[in-house]
């Protein structure tokens, strides 16, 4: 029997796959981190920084705001991206109320924010109250705004 030769491509194949297969393995996370279960569904993702703590919040602030009320999400400091990003969140995460958004594409939008009678606030309590504070943990605080 004669040996096979090995052709110059198959080579460069064989190379291409084990560099593949070295930097998928080296992209794993530990051991014990594999094993783990995820706290939210954005914990092994790279928006995990952002999306992480306003999951937690709104989670643990829904109770807070009765269905079929009207609500913002805001961010302190204020930030319009990352407050049109927690639109969306908080659609998601506060079913059966209506959110009404602090920003959008990257403008604050003040018309909406006034409509709302619940804020939810993301990070620490703002500089001037909007209101009496309902409750306070996980990252945030929700106020009822005080009406004339």
Same mark, same amino acid.
């Given at each position: &029997? ?12 064989? /190379?291409?796959?084990?560099? /593949? ?9 530990? #051991?014990?981190? &594999?094993?783990? #279960?995820?706290?939210?569904?954005? @914990?092994?993702? @790279? ?13 643990? %602030?829904?109770?807070?705001?009765? %269905?079929? %009320?009207?609500?913002?999400? *805001?961010?302190?400091?204020? @930030? ?8 969306? %969140?908080? *659609?998601?995460? /506060?079913?059966? !109320?209506? *959110? /009404? ?9 003040? @018309? ?8 939810? *606030? ?22 009822? !705004?005080? !009406?004339?």
């Amino acid at each position: &029997m004669s040996r096979a030769r090995r052709s110059p491509e198959s080579v460069v194949l064989l /190379l291409g796959a084990g560099a /593949l297969a070295a930097w998928s393995f080296a992209r794993l996370p530990e #051991p014990r981190e &594999m094993f783990r #279960p995820a706290i939210t569904p954005f @914990d092994r993702t @790279d928006s995990r920084t952002t999306a992480g703590p306003a999951f937690h919040f709104l989670s643990s %602030a829904a109770p807070a705001v009765p %269905a079929g %009320a009207a609500a913002v999400a *805001v961010t302190e400091p204020r @930030d319009a991206a990352r407050e049109s990003a927690l639109h969306g %969140a908080a *659609v998601a995460l /506060l079913p059966g !109320r209506r *959110v /009404l958004p602090g920003a959008q594409w990257n403008a604050f939008t003040p @018309d909406y924010e006034a409509q709302a009678e619940y804020v939810l *606030v993301l990070g620490p309590p703002p500089a001037v109250s909007p209101g009496t504070r309902l409750f306070e943990g996980a990252g945030g605080s929700v106020w009822k !705004r005080r !009406r004339p």
